[in-house]
């Protein structure tokens, strides 16, 4: 495969740096679970990107078609689990930095750790 | 009935759980919380036996035969660690009732009750899969329960330490869904059995050794070994009693049980340990846990957050174990996983008790609590022993075996670290001791004995520390067997 034909998979190399890096380096709470958002997609594409074969049709049973080819659909079904995981988590994540923002006041994180101290 | 109690032991706290929540009355959702871990308790106790006696239960879920359908397997190994979930939460919740009532405020109690009981469902979820894409779904409800649980703290720096485990948490588990993913593209299958069937065919690809290292990195970040281990101190030491009771003594036992199902059972002793050489690495990270989180431990001045770097010191044990890939070594790290339940559940409810008296766990705050609080302070005294290792307790026993796991393999420096993290553990266990025994009680506060329902759970963890340390013969044939089955010489 050439390297265009990958094209999937780099955006999901590029999706996943994005997301990883500005999960670590961005200090702003929201900020952070942005990337840690960005950070999922990039595995969804992933596992949507494996399911899909070159020529495949959507994996309904098609009569008298023995030679048809179909996606697999298995890597899509997981997938919608793992969004509605990440749904989750986001949801968990926000409502977290509302409690932070009424307690602290603030959800830049080095400001909190002054708070803390 | 019992055909079916793989999965009525996940489904009915899962059940429970909305019930507990929809209740909304703090006495009746803890009641249903009682039922629903006495039940696993009973479910967890029965299967165990069961697979004793006539070996591995496979469970097809809805009659979808495997490696299609998804596939509950229980063995020896993953049967131990359901009886040492279900165990540490049937005496929680009782313990939870008073603690929980002070310390979290009323409203929010049966939400409590029911993201508790969902932990519990998914840490057993884990344990019973044989299906790595479920492991990954139960992973998630027990840890999105756990932030929960731990942002329930009174001290508000619990928020800011739950969503700093709820990232670090969020960036395991997706290393964890890449491994996932990775490995079925290389063999089209999910089921645990059938992946270790499928990857010795493909196992010289690239594929598979970045699928092995995503999964390494995301389940030790999950397992809080040194370096990952940043998220645990603070969960731990803000989290309300009863939830670092719980959480300490399950959540990372169980993800130690996934680090040996998949380097084990999925990929293989020798894939694992041969060809990615696996304990290069996992070695010298659980003797720098061992040596410099007992060394950190020592300069904490809150005792929670002492114990919740004892404990990533102790989470070195286990790996230490792990990575002899050994059977010594193995049955030491699987013992250790219990034994350490048994010594941290009983040192962080003891703490829970002086949380309910004193309302602090500093130990400025602690003068003389060996004489208000006698029971207390003697259960704690009995558990730091027991991580100390002092014979008769179980925290000797597991660190006998490991120092003979040593030993067999000839490594006589890494015996001598394993006694070291001893003498280093008696230092901050004495600290706390010293302050408690050997100082003057202040009157004014008129600090009484913790009631009966925290001490009773308490008291049942520190005669088990005591129990299986001189009786050990239970436990170590579990773990061998564990061992064994896991190494494949059975």
């Known amino acids: 495969m050439t390297a265009l034909g990958l094209f999937n998979y780099w955006a999901v190399i590029f999706l996943m740096m994005v997301g990883f890096y500005t999960l670590i380096a961005r200090g702003n709470l929201v900020k952070k679970i942005i990337g840690l958002n960005i950070f999922q997609t990039s595995v969804f594409i992933l596992y949507i990107t494996m399911g899909k074969i070159a020529g495949g049709t959507a994996p309904i049973f098609v009569k008298g078609g023995e030679d048809v080819i179909y996606s697999n659909p298995i890597p899509h079904v997981l997938i919608l689990t793992a969004i509605v995981v990440g749904v989750a988590t986001s949801a968990v994540g926000l409502s977290l930095v509302i409690r932070i923002k009424e307690a602290f006041g603030t959800i830049e994180e080095d400001e909190i750790q002054d708070e803390s101290l | ?490």
């Open chain 2, 1 to 490: 009935m019992t055909h079916h109690l793989p999965v009525l032991l996940v489904v009915v706290p899962l059940v429970a759980a909305p019930i507990a929540a929809l209740l909304n009355r703090p006495r009746l959702s803890w009641g249903v919380a009682v039922a629903a871990t006495l039940w696993a308790l009973y479910a967890a106790l029965e299967l165990l036996s069961q697979t004793m006696a006539t070996g591995a239960i496979h469970y097809e879920l809805g009659g979808w035969a495997a490696p299609y359908g998804i596939e509950y397997v229980v063995d020896p190994a993953n049967a131990w660690v359901v009886v040492i979930v279900a165990l540490i939460g049937a005496l929680v919740t009782p313990y939870a009732r008073k603690s929980v009532e002070q310390e979290i405020t009323e409203d929010r109690i049966p939400l409590f009750y029911a993201a508790f009981i969902l932990c519990l469902t998914g840490l057993l979820g884990i344990a019973v899969t044989g299906d790595v894409f479920n492991v990954f779904v139960f992973l998630e409800i027990s840890s999105l329960s756990a932030y929960a649980l731990i942002a329930l703290g009174n001290d508000r720096r619990a928020l800011t330490a739950s969503f700093q485990y709820l990232i670090m948490g969020s960036v395991g588990a997706t290393f964890i869904v890449i491994g996932i993913g990775l490995m079925y593209v290389m063999t089209g299958t999910l089921n645990m059995a059938d992946l270790a069937d499928r990857l010795p065919e493909v196992a010289s690809s690239r594929t598979i050794p970045v699928a092995f290292t995503f999964l390494t990195v995301g389940i030790t970040l999950k397992l809080a070994l040194f370096p990952l281990h940043l998220w645990l101190p603070n969960a731990y030491t803000y989290a309300p009693s009863a939830v670092t009771a719980f959480i300490a003594s399950t959540a990372t036992k169980v993800a130690v049980y996934l680090l040996l199902r998949f380097f084990f059972t999925i990929f293989g002793a020798t894939f694992s340990f041969d060809v990615m050489q696996l304990d290069r690495i996992l070695m010298p990270l659980a003797l720098i846990a061992i040596v410099t989180m007992s060394l950190v431990a020592i300069y904490q001045e809150n005792v929670k957050r002492l114990l919740a770097y004892s404990s990533v010191a102790q989470i070195g044990y286990m790996v230490l174990g792990i990575s002899f890939a050994s059977v010594l070594g193995l049955t030491a790290g699987i013992l250790h996983l219990f034994n350490h339940a048994l010594m941290k559940g009983a040192l962080f409810m003891s703490m829970g008790c002086v949380m309910y008296r004193v309302g602090s766990v500093r130990l400025e705050q602690m003068n003389g609590l060996g004489r208000a609080m006698p029971w207390t302070m003697a259960a704690f005294v009995v558990g730091g022993l027991s991580l100390i290792g002092v014979p008769l307790t179980v925290g000797f026993v597991s660190k006998w075996y490991l120092v003979q796991a040593a030993l067999e393999q000839g490594m006589w420096p890494v015996a001598g670290v394993v006694l070291l993290g001893s003498l280093l553990a008696l230092m901050y266990v004495w600290k706390v001791v010293e302050v408690a025994y050997f100082r003057e009680v202040d009157p004014e506060l008129g600090i009484s004995e913790a009631p009966l329902s925290l001490l009773a759970p308490t008291w049942v963890l520190v005669l088990g520390n005591l129990y299986f340390g001189i009786n050990a013969s239970d436990s170590v044939g579990v773990a061998t067997r564990a061992a064994e089955m896991l190494l494949g010489v059975l």
